[in-house]
């Protein structure tokens, strides 16, 4: 069973979610998760939270009904140049980051400019996550993309929402195996991760699973660099200490 979930959105988000981050704590207790992330959407998502929200998550507990907390953000890529949407200052300040590409902020590119795009976003203070690369409308050169990921630190994830059957993704599967097989030649971890808008799907990361029973032999991807099963390694690889 994993031990924790780090893409989350609370009601900050701006949409999908009504839950307080401490609802999304006690949803993490029940499903026996022992660390939370909570990974908001940054401004540039209508009606998320303001820079200053995010500036002020480095004062929030870091414990909430027994539950080890931290502090993300979902950046959303604002152009090919890989610009996000939090100033280098407040980035600094929280605990992670994911870089993601969503429709609304982003227009999908070629192969090539969408993986510039995330490499160059990749510079970006306490960037460590990329998320759902598997979007079919934002096609990327896995291979480059892995082999920077582990030049700059970073994991990818295997995002539950996006397994989702009818998901907006369109068809995830190959980009993921693909994705897969890039990282265990470059030895880049992955995290399995919710994407939850909401307490309901905290921690639920089975279609996932599913996923990577079905393909381990033929990928024959290496178990270790699953990273979602020891919270304490997720939590000093991205204090950048080496895998
Ligand atoms: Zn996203
Ligand atoms: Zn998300």
Redesign the pocket.
């Known amino acids: 069973m994993i031990q924790f979930d780090v893409?989350t959105h609370s009601i900050s988000s701006g949409h999908g979610s009504t839950c307080t981050i401490t609802d999304m704590a006690m949803a993490a207790r029940k499903k026996g998760l022992s660390l939370l992330g909570i990974s908001d959407?940054g401004p540039a998502t209508l009606c998320a939270g303001t820079p200053s929200y995010f500036r002020s998550l480095q004062m929030a507990p870091r414990e909430r009904c027994g539950i080890r907390m931290l502090y993300g953000v979902?950046l959303n890529i604002l152009d090919h140049s890989g610009k996000v949407d939090l100033e280098k200052s407040i980035l600094s300040g929280m605990d992670y980051a994911?870089i993601?590409?969503?429709t609304k902020n982003i227009k999908p590119g070629n192969i090539c400019e969408n993986t510039k795009a995330y490499i160059h976003a990749m510079d970006q203070p306490k960037v460590r996550i990329i998320?759902?690369c598997d979007d079919a409308k934002y096609p990327v050169d896995y291979k480059a993309l892995a082999r920077e990921a582990a030049d700059h630190h970073v994991m990818m994830e295997i995002?539950n929402?996006s397994i989702m059957p009818g998901g907006y993704r369109g068809n995830t599967i190959p980009n993921i195996i693909h994705m897969l097989y890039w990282c265990g030649v470059y030895d880049v971890p992955v995290l399995l991760s919710s994407?939850s808008h909401g307490y309901k799907h905290v921690g639920d990361v089975k279609g996932s699973e599913i996923l990577l029973r079905a393909f381990r032999e033929s990928l024959d991807f290496p178990q270790h660099l699953i990273m979602s099963y020891d919270a304490d390694r997720f939590i000093k690889y991205i204090n950048h200490y080496p895998l």
């Open positions: 893409h959407h979902e994911i993601s590409m969503h998320g759902h995002n929402a994407d």
